[in-house]
């Protein structure tokens, strides 16, 4: 779409979301579920069919406390923020942003309102990405998190220039080595695409029918595992079991579950040494200019280089959480109207320096660096940090039972971890909530020590 198109995209979008809204929230749909209920009694709960009819009730009883002007009005002050918050972070002017983050929250302000029985007024923005989860939950893990990080990252950090950067690595080659990596990963040509954007997403518009999108720096190979993570992304929505295609059901269960996903094929997978042990030598194939002088211990030391940095979505796996732990907690500060808007980037820098470690020269690399609070999207952050936990914590599930794991991805092979997390997760879709899905696949609740762990392990390698 051109730029300028974007006012009547607000108004279509604010209109759809509208009448979808009112279509749902209708006294129709609570009778026709009510009389649906001694029906779906009588089913497993485990079955597609109760699971149907109860994941739908529960969406409706959420969606019918909204009044359906509120949802158009939040739908339409996204859409019309998108395109400010792009043009005030590439001229880095904070001020051209303010008026439309005042207004987005003003409007969650008002989406809480219509609820109650909850503990924290962000309870309520959070129970949107990750249902049933509240804040005081993830407060505990974020502060253990946050205690053991802090002093790993800086203990972790390195000096220097990174190996086999800020050398030329053609487009058409990164595309035909991404190509070869998600093909082995399951990225079937017939139900997949791949594209390029400016910011990574994966999207499915049917269980068959998977869109990734990425992109490609010429001077280093990063893309590469934008492009892993949103495979992964992938991977979760082309395993929803095709019984469940067309209902509410036929996706991840949340956002925490979807991110445990890809960043356990971008990490755990992807920035793993047997993983390159198979890989690199055909990475060198395909770059044998950059790579000429490049071992494989140098490559894996470059693709897990620990470093403070700036940019969230670029931060290596020490420091990732530490960026999302800063938004949560300003996020539960800006719903509550405790910080001075205007002040917003001068706490921003403070909080990189003490958690991370950097401080933004401007606020292009700081404040205004994600697009999550112009699309209204606030109680999002938590999910990726939720996820990394949540990845760890499968990954030590499936390694204890499939043994030699590792043998498999030093031959390239994938298929088995990806049958067992179907079969475990993938298929069930929406039919569980978060914490039921869970506690399937690894038997608790979340916990944060698997990847504490897992974290500790992996820096003991790289020094
Ligand atoms: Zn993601």
């Not at 995209?9 to 001694?38: N, V, Y």
């Not at 405790?338 to 002040?343: C, H, I, K, R, W």
């Not at 660096?369 to 599930?397: P, R």
Request: glycine share 6%.
């Amino acid at each position: 779409m051109p730029p300028g198109g974007s006012g009547v995209r607000a108004e279509q979008i604010a209109t759809l979301d509208r009448l979808a809204h009112e279509l749902f929230i209708s006294p129709e749909i609570g009778r026709l579920l009510e009389r649906l209920a001694p029906w779906e009694d009588a089913q497993e709960y485990d079955s597609d069919e109760a699971s149907l009819v109860r994941v739908t009730r529960r969406d409706w009883e959420k969606a019918r406390q909204v009044p359906a002007e509120l949802r158009a009005e939040m739908s339409r002050a996204s859409s019309l923020a998108l395109p400010v918050w792009a043009k005030a972070r590439e001229t880095s002017d904070f001020a051209s942003f303010l008026p439309v983050l005042r207004a987005n929250l003003e409007l969650r302000r008002r989406y809480v309102e219509c609820f109650d029985g909850y503990d924290e007024p962000y309870d309520v923005l959070l129970d949107d990405f990750e249902r049933g989860t509240t804040t005081a939950e993830v407060r505990i893990v974020f502060e253990r998190l946050k205690t053991e990080q802090v002093p790993l990252a800086t203990a972790a950090a390195r000096n220097g220039d990174r190996p086999a950067r800020d050398r030329p690595y053609p487009l058409e080659a990164q595309r035909r080595f991404e190509l070869q990596v998600l093909e082995r990963f399951g990225f079937d040509r017939s139900e997949w695409r791949l594209d390029s954007t400016v910011h990574p997403f994966a999207s499915s518009l049917g269980t068959d029918d998977i869109r990734l999108t990425t992109r490609y720096h010429e001077d280093n190979l990063d893309g590469l595992f934008a492009t892993m993570h949103e495979c992964g992304h992938g991977l979760y929505e082309n395993g929803v079991s095709s019984a469940l295609e067309r209902t509410p059901l036929a996706r991840g269960t949340s956002l925490g579950l979807h991110e445990s996903q890809s960043r356990l094929w971008e990490n755990l997978v992807g920035r793993s040494l047997p993983f390159w042990r198979y890989f690199f030598p055909r990475l060198r194939e395909c770059f044998p200019e950059a790579l000429a002088d490049v071992e494989l211990e140098d490559w894996y030391r470059s693709v897990n280089w620990v470093a403070p940095s700036l940019i969230r979505v670029e931060a290596d796996e020490a420091t990732y959480n530490l960026h999302v732990i800063l938004r949560f907690e300003l996020e539960q500060e800006l719903l509550m109207d405790t910080v001075d808007l205007a002040e917003l980037p001068e706490i921003w820098n403070d909080r990189m320096r003490s958690y991370v470690g950097v401080e933004p020269p401007n606020d292009r690399l700081g404040v205004l660096q994600d697009m999550h609070w112009a699309g209204g999207h606030i109680g999002y952050f938590s999910t990726y940090a939720l996820g990394n936990v949540i990845s760890a914590q499968i990954w030590e599930k499936v390694s204890a039972e499939i043994p030699d794991l590792h043998d498999q991805f030093e031959q390239g092979e994938f298929g088995e971890l990806r049958a067992w997390l179907g079969e475990r997760l993938y298929r069930h879709g929406r039919k569980f909530t978060p914490k039921e899905t869970l506690e399937r696949v690894v038997g608790g609740p979340i916990d944060p020590d698997p990847y504490l762990r897992y974290l500790r392990t992996k820096l003991a390698t790289l020094t």
